[in-house]
């Protein structure tokens, strides 16, 4: 008894994104209320070019070495992220065995296609994936670097608030490479 099939060919644009990110936090002292450490920090985001993509959330990002550094001034969280998208044109080859009505033949070829589709955009996005994740550690040294900058910037600005509430400041003198710091108060 031999079996009779339908096979179309179907031209589908598959969409696919893959993403890879890691989340630190930013370490930091007890130098004054948590509010004003966040305002600082805020102060040193904007300063060296973060921006807020969400005002609502309150992450400020910038693109490091490739990758989307997010940085909020209330947790201190910074999220490093790299990100992949791909538009396709695929040619689907759908195979289905005949059946009884011409719904029942629609609802098999709708889900044989269905399943090819999704067969398809997961490789894709396994592939995307791949990517996101050699690039994000390709970008790790860059973003460390910025981060470390960012780390000595915000902290080295809450001790200079700090030494300003405690007294007269009579000198500065900062290395931001050698990542030190000297003040001179009168008390």
């Known amino acids: 008894m031999s079996q009779t099939y339908t096979v179309e060919m179907a031209q589908v644009e598959i969409v696919a994104a893959g993403c890879d990110s ?20 805020a102060k ?27 940085i909020d001034p209330r947790t201190k969280e910074v999220r490093v992220s790299v990100a992949r998208e791909a538009v396709q044109d695929e040619l689907v080859k759908v195979r289905v065995e005949r059946m009884g ?26 592939d995307l994936a791949r990517e ?18 960012i780390n000595h910037r915000w902290l080295a600005e809450a001790i200079k608030r700090k030494a300003a509430q405690l007294g007269e400041v009579r000198r500065v003198e900062e290395n931001e490479a050698e990542r030190t710091l000297t003040i001179s108060i009168k008390i």
């Open 101 to 126: 009505s011409q719904s029942e033949l629609a609802n098999a070829k709708r889900e044989s296609l269905s399943r090819a589709i999704e067969g398809k955009n997961r490789d894709l996005e396994e």
């Open 44 to 70: 040193v985001l904007a300063a060296s070019g973060y921006s807020s993509s969400e005002p609502a959330e309150g992450r400020l990002s910038r693109l490091v070495a490739g990758a989307r550094v997010e």
């Open 132 to 149: 996101a994740t050699a690039e994000l550690g390709k970008a790790l040294p860059g973003v460390r670097a910025e981060i470390e900058a």
């Open 22 to 41: 890691i989340t630190t936090r930013l370490s930091s002292l007890s130098i004054l209320p948590e509010a004003a450490l966040a305002d600082c920090l």
